[in-house]
């Protein structure tokens, strides 16, 4: 049981740092020989990568000879010993993905998307997670399983209500979407949206700059989001008056 327990632990952590980045290395296979680039990352509500691809650029046509992919997050920013700082690195397979709210995922976590995302040469590819390895700190090195870095099933009704949530949240809420970034998250910017809503949390943006906010229990629906939205704009605002 405590193996299960850490293993459940180190997932957590791992998916964490996959909703936190905007970016990660993606190595792939040219020849039999490693290639590693630098890609736009987004994810889909159980934590699977997604990338927006060109066909014309080497590591896509790596990936479709041999789909068996590599990526490494990383947030080592910061640390005075950079190499302190956490990464995961995920072994999987790219395949195309042509879900339409996965291209949605994608286009909200990065809006400069837009730009090119309807030519017909760009695609979004979804990883399926296989394992993963998480170096988060002294001691915590980890291998950790493909079930425990995907979120679980049975949040489908919050996946489908994403749209509507992110919307109503920027629409009729951008008080609490503040409160958010400045009391829970100490951002200083204004003018934050939410782009995103998962299970284990959401996703701000504000120009350039990203946040991601946890819940502090898993939320499956969307009555759950309401009440735990609500809940943070409550903590928000009695941090505010502290």
Request: proline residues 5%.
């Amino acid at each position: 049981m405590p193996d299960d327990k850490n293993q459940q632990e180190h997932g957590s952590a791992a998916r964490r740092l996959i909703r936190s980045r905007d970016l990660a290395a993606l190595g792939t296979s040219l020849g039999g020989r490693p290639y590693v680039s630098l890609v736009a990352a987004a994810c889909d509500s159980d934590a699977s990568p997604l990338l927006l691809l060109s066909d014309l650029a080497q590591h896509t046509r790596n990936l479709i000879a041999d789909p068996a992919v590599s990526l490494l997050f990383e947030d080592t920013a910061g640390h005075a010993d950079r190499l302190a700082g956490p990464r995961l690195t995920l072994l999987g397979q790219a395949e195309r993905c042509d879900d339409p709210r996965a291209a949605g995922r994608f286009a909200a976590r990065h809006p400069a998307s837009a730009a090119y995302a309807g030519f017909g040469d760009f695609h979004v590819y979804r990883v399926s997670i296989e394992r993963g390895h998480l170096v988060a700190g002294f001691g915590r090195i980890a291998w950790i399983e493909a079930a425990e870095l995907r979120y679980g099933a049975g949040a489908g009704a919050l996946a489908a209500a994403e749209g509507e949530i992110v919307d109503h949240m920027n629409r009729d809420h951008p008080d609490a979407i503040e409160l958010y970034a400045r009391h829970l998250l100490g951002r200083q910017a204004t003018g934050w949206r939410m782009t995103g809503i998962d299970p284990e949390g959401i996703d701000l943006r504000c120009g350039g700059e990203t946040a991601r906010l946890d819940f502090a229990a898993p939320v499956l629906s969307p009555a759950a989001a309401r009440r735990a939205l609500v809940a943070l704009a409550q903590a928000a605002r009695q941090a505010r008056s502290d």
